[in-house]
């Protein structure tokens, strides 16, 4: 379902620039599991090799809220968040709170200490009916663990303490954790975060799975199109569109083009987009290397970013992920007066004109000095996602080996915590 668009590229490289040796030994060294990290690779079976009973139950668990509760607060940071995020986003719409719908309102907190955002988020909430999915591994990271609190106090104060207990969902660990602990003495119904699946990987765990089903999407279709993409992955080897994707941006990056920016023509895509971030930024930024990600939206950011991506300093790639059929139909009318001058578009579709900026734009960009990667799909639908999902997980885990460093860690995160630890008085630091 991938289509892998290079020609945008061509003129910037130079025959075996792009080191089809190194990506060849980061596909054997991510699929034999004999890197760094390999313990934290169980994404790479999700698709097909995924547990059947739990995915009922989350299917269940959906449905169950969906009938009781008009509002779902889902409680995560990082990855506990940005793809289920994403995946509303995309397949619903950026204004999917707003729409009339059978489902209830999914809202995302926990990922950020601001008093202001979580009070306007309560009094959006109001008098109706909710329930909460706390996601995290350990239960103690400060921002979701600090919503929590709140929420759960929210949740005794209207249902009382039993009643609280059948509307908080927790994914967390299977086994440990003071999240486990808590659920496990309280009864609140469980889903497991995969020990070898980390958070930025676990959007096609329970992770995301749970909120995504909530507003109604078909989580099967998200998982076919995942598995279907898979199977493409592996047969096709170095010659897979996310294998050729990967060598492409570490070859751009040897030439000193560090910052890789993600545009897309759809609003909806600005979540992904954010999850993409994530994925890539943990995953490659250490060591003192790696490819800074970027996104912009286009075209609104052409009339901000554009002139920097046009004329800045050229350390820069662009990867587009544009989708060829829109959901829906409109076109542009005629007006007698003409006073815009845009008579001349008259009863063309918006799409058109939109895949038409996109063609300029890269044309453009390509003359001032960005070499342009444009990676192609029908339309947004659940499978069509889906295998985006598992193709931007696969081609970060062959970058991130051929760059040198573990894919699958994040030691720098910490550093931050310990400051905050420190400033706030927790004991021990």
Known sequence: MIKLDLSGTKTFLQPGEADRGACEAALRTLLG??????DFTGWLDLPEDYDKEEFARI???????????????????????????AVIELLKSPNYNALKKDTPDVYFAGNGISADAVSELIGLIGDRDFSVNVISKSGTTTEPAIAFRIFKALLEKKYG?????????ATTDKARGALKTLASQEGYECFVVPDDVGGRYSVLTAVGLLPIACAGIDISALMQGAAEERRTLLREGADSAAAQYAMSRQAFYRQGKYVEVLA???????????????????????????IFPASVDLTPDLHSMGQYIQDGRRMLQETVVFFDRAKASLQVPSDGANLDGLNYLAGRELSYI???????????????????????LDSVCEAEVGALIYFFEFACGVSGYMSGVNPFNQPGVEAYKKNMFHLLGKPGY
């Open 264 to 290: 897309a023509y759809e609003p909806a895509f600005r979540f992904m987009a954010e999850w993409w971030k994530q994925l890539y930024g943990e995953s490659e930024g250490k060591d003192g290397v790696g």
């Open 354 to 376: 939109n895949e038409k900026a996109m063609e300029a734009t890269k044309a453009a960009h390509i003359s001032g000095g960005v070499p342009v990667t444009t990676i192609h």
């Open 161 to 169: 303490p039993e009643g609280a207990r059948g509307r908080i969902y």
């Open 33 to 38: 599991r004999t890197g760094a990290g390999s």
């Open 59 to 85: 299917e269940k668990a959906a449905q169950k809220i969906r009938s009781d509760s008009r509002a779902l607060v889902v409680i995560g940071i990082g990855g506990s968040y940005l793809g289920a995020r």
